[in-house]
C-alpha cells in the first residue's frame, strides 16, 4: 500500500532545500535563511524529523581524497528468488563499508544493483572475490566502472511535478 507524502508548504520547502545544501547551518542561521525566527523554524525542523521527512544530517565526503578512487556498479543475479535468499543477501551486503548503494531490480537480467567504492582494481578485486562472489544464492555478477560522475547530486527535487 502506498502512502500519501507528506504535505509541505513554502517554509517546510524552503527548510529543506536549505537543509540539502548545508545541515550544518545552526537553528538561528537556518531561521534567517527562512525568514522565520528561530522557535517555529526548530518546531518545523522537528515535525519534519518526526514525519519521517527528514531522515538525518550527514556530511558529505570527497571520495577522491580518502583515496577511493573507484567506484564499481555491480549487476548481480541470484540462484533462487526466495524471501530467504534475498533477505540473507540485502543483510550481508549492507553491512560492507563499500558498499554505498543496494537496489533490487527489475528490467536487467540482475536481481540487485549495487554501487560500490575502492582504492582501487586490486581493491575491487578482493572485494568481488572475497565477499560479493562467495555470498550464498550469488549466481552472476557484471561489472561496470564509472569513468566520470555527470551528475551526482544527493538533493531531492521538492517541487516535482510529472510533465
Known amino acids: 500500500m502506498k502512502s500519501e507524502p507528506h504535505r509541505l508548504d513554502r517554509y517546510d520547502r524552503r527548510i529543506l532545500e536549505i537543509l540539502q545544501e548545508d545541515a550544518s547551518l545552526s537553528n538561528q542561521a537556518l531561521a534567517d535563511r527562512v525568514g522565520l525566527s528561530p522557535s517555529p523554524c526548530l518546531r518545523r525542523v522537528r515535525a519534519l524529523e518526526q ?15 580518502l583515496g577511493l578512487e573507484l567506484t564499481a556498479l555491480i549487476h548481480i543475479g541470484m540462484d533462487r528468488h526466495t524471501p530467504e535468499r534475498f533477505a540473507h543477501f540485502e543483510e550481508t551486503v549492507a553491512s560492507y563499508a563499500e558498499v554505498q548503494h543496494c537496489y533490487l531490480i527489475t528490467g536487467q537480467s540482475a536481481d540487485y544493483m ?21 555470498l550464498e544464492g550469488v549466481d552472476s555478477v557484471h561489472s561496470s566502472f564509472v569513468l566520470r560522475r555527470v551528475v551526482d547530486r544527493t538533493a531531492l527535487p521538492l517541487d516535482y511535478t510529472p510533465t
Open 51 to 65: 514525519a519521517g521527512v527528514l531522515l538525518s544530517r550527514v556530511a558529505l565526503l570527497d571520495r577522491r581524497s
Open 114 to 134: 549495487l554501487q560500490v567504492v575502492v582504492p582501487d582494481m586490486d581493491a575491487y578485486q578482493e572485494f568481488l572475490l572475497r565477499r560479493i562472489t562467495r
